[in-house]
């Protein structure tokens, strides 16, 4: 058995929790904050309820909102300036993966000095950050509770992925109420994202017994709560739960990372401004397909959690049947289906399987691949 | 519905990661380390295996190993002496529930001063405590995670509980290995304390689903490994399983607190030196009985997760499976039956009965109590 390590943040959940944004930043000792949001969250009004509850904790805070979906180098280095010139000692992120990770890479910064680039990879952080508040909008990306940070190269054009213990936040505030303000599109986005986490992490070569049981509750609430989230704006009760599914899909993959679907989804990202979930969606059908051999019984416990029934059937036809459901569930609620249809061009797909090889995910992915198996998935998937 | 709250240690666990504890308290910025033992745990050769990690991470170190089971807050003092004498600025423990325990009382006192009695009851501890890395070798007390810490009164012969966020260790590590060196008799007391940890924190006021899914696991667990466990010293999967249960009832009550078994059982362990696991379960299905109408729905899922088949039951019947699945249990793997074999005196329990009603662990069990309550199930236990 190999040791293996599980951490998270402290974590609250629930109805109201985002008005506890700015005692969190107190209780660690801020005096003066930097708020990253962007945009979105702005015009949702979760913005202003922050900067209520850091005025009443008697906090300082400086906002800042260049951020763009498939976040920046750029946008990064000006935040990083914003949070230096106003003598900041503490960061809160909200909204979805962008403001989050962008928070987190200011952070890094704040603290480390040189370019975000410098940290690419695992564990190249060697200073310890300002403390850092999180507080999620949209059941996706599980990035409020996870050790990673996912930035643009905008020279290379490529996702960099920043792994380490330093960028798990100090505090996590999960609000199922922010869910209402989402269309259904970024739901169901955000919601196969979520899925993508819990069946990669359930997968990954690095997952534990912790990890398996945070993956597991996350695929099944996946299955029975976004179809019902993506329908309506007001299931309080589905927006409840796939909160929390999104919650135990990043405490899994943060302790036992990602695999292939997120490595070519991030070569994608970095050339295209597209969603992230959905790229992910058009890929994991295809990637589960290649990965089924190398476990199959685990594809066949995924198929279970889903509630598909699987009596009788071996463990290969079992995990087949998870792989049916997963491509039905991404037709039902609208999720796009082939990388053509959101503008990825058919010549660039060499060149990014060349960028996912060398992406920090692939290296738990259960199955070898070559530049060249990339590529057949990426055509499969175009 | 409520906001709810989540924390957990960092916590490395598996075979051979006692060895990582001298790096993990350098890693926390340790210099010069108190190691709180017992003379168990020196004897089965563990202590050694600590002050060697320490060494080869160049720290300083002094142990204190004067702790008995119950500790007293007398050891909590002579144990501060010496962490103050030796100027150290972090703190390990090794063992069981006792010596974890002192660890972290001793911690509250070297930053916060007064008596170990001023922090009993919840969130009395208001300065940061020193860097604490917990090793557990028991598969019992999930204190190696929890924020708490019960240590007696030896005036009053009572057990003061403390709950406090700071109580919650830096880094947990958990080696199934140290399982080995345990009686039959200790890994079945200690087994069924994992065993009612989780069942406390599943029916809890408390418990949230983030605790309901370590709970569940906890009991599963318990019911597929705890008997093999006791049969070998050698069976390293049960060991491990153990283990983790163990791991997850800890992370399921420090979240979710306990109820009436704990609450009864610290009146007792206040006064009579006996092993905490045994007093449990002795209590744990009179109170279940108790409780099963608080909601039966639980008490039927914990049938489930015991492996009972239930189908075609009411909850009430499917709850009361599982209190008779739990009796046998404890029959089987020798454990005591009545409070009166392990040397309580009858003319105790009224007295107990009040101290148990003020225990900080009552106020979340599922239903109402009242001393004539507590009284007439010490009666029925005797």
Redesign the interface.
């Known amino acids: 058995?190999?040791?293996?390590?599980?951490?998270?943040p402290?974590?609250?959940?629930?109805?109201?929790?985002i008005q506890?944004v700015g005692e969190s930043c107190l209780r660690l000792g801020a005096t003066n904050v930097l708020i990253v949001s962007d945009p979105g969250v702005i015009a949702a009004g979760w913005l202003d309820v922050v900067v209520e509850s850091c005025r009443q904790a008697g906090l300082q805070y400086t906002t800042f909102y260049d951020v763009t979906i498939n976040p920046k180098d750029s946008e990064v280095e000006k935040g990083c300036r914003v949070y230096i010139e106003n003598e900041c000692d503490a960061i809160i992120g909200i909204g979805g993966g962008s403001p989050i990770d962008v928070a987190k890479a200011i952070a890094i910064l704040a603290t480390n000095g040189g370019r975000i680039h410098d940290y690419e990879g695992v564990d190249k952080i060697h200073h310890p950050l300002p403390p850092q508040v999180m507080v999620s909008t949209t059941a996706g990306s599980g990035s409020e509770v996870s050790q990673f940070s996912v930035i643009v190269d905008t020279k290379e054009k490529k996702k960099m992925t920043i792994i380490s213990r330093s960028l798990i936040p100090d505090i996590a505030i999960i609000d199922?109420e922010t869910l209402s303000t989402k269309s259904a599109h970024l739901t169901a986005s955000t919601g196969l994202d979520v899925l993508t986490h819990g069946i990669e992490a359930y997968v990954s070569l690095a997952a534990?017994?912790?990890t398996d049981?945070?993956a597991k509750?996350a695929i099944s609430l996946v299955a029975e709560y976004l179809r019902p989230s993506v329908a309506s704006k007001m299931n309080e009760e589905a927006k409840?739960n796939m909160a929390?599914a999104s919650?135990?899909a990043g405490l899994a993959f943060s302790n036992a990372i990602l695999g292939a679907v997120h490595a070519m989804s991030h070569a994608v990202g970095g050339k295209y401004n597209l969603l992230h979930g959905d790229v992910n969606s058009i890929l994991l059908p295809y990637v589960m397909e290649y990965n089924l051999l190398a476990n199959p019984q685990k594809f066949a416990d995924i198929a279970l959690f889903l509630g598909v029934d699987t009596r009788g059937l071996s463990a290969m036809e079992a995990g087949k049947k998870a792989i049916d459901y997963v491509k039905q569930l991404a037709i039902d609620i609208g999720a796009p289906q082939r990388l053509a249809d959101i503008g990825v061009e058919q010549d660039e797909l060499r060149q990014m399987s060349v960028v996912a090889f060398h992406d920090a995910c692939m290296i738990t992915n259960p199955r070898d691949v070559t530049v060249e198996d990339i590529e057949e998935l990426f055509r499969k998937a175009w």
């Open positions: 058995m190999n040791i293996h390590k599980f951490v998270m402290e974590v609250i959940f629930g109805k109201g929790s506890q199922p534990t017994p912790l049981v945070q509750n409840t929390m919650l135990q």
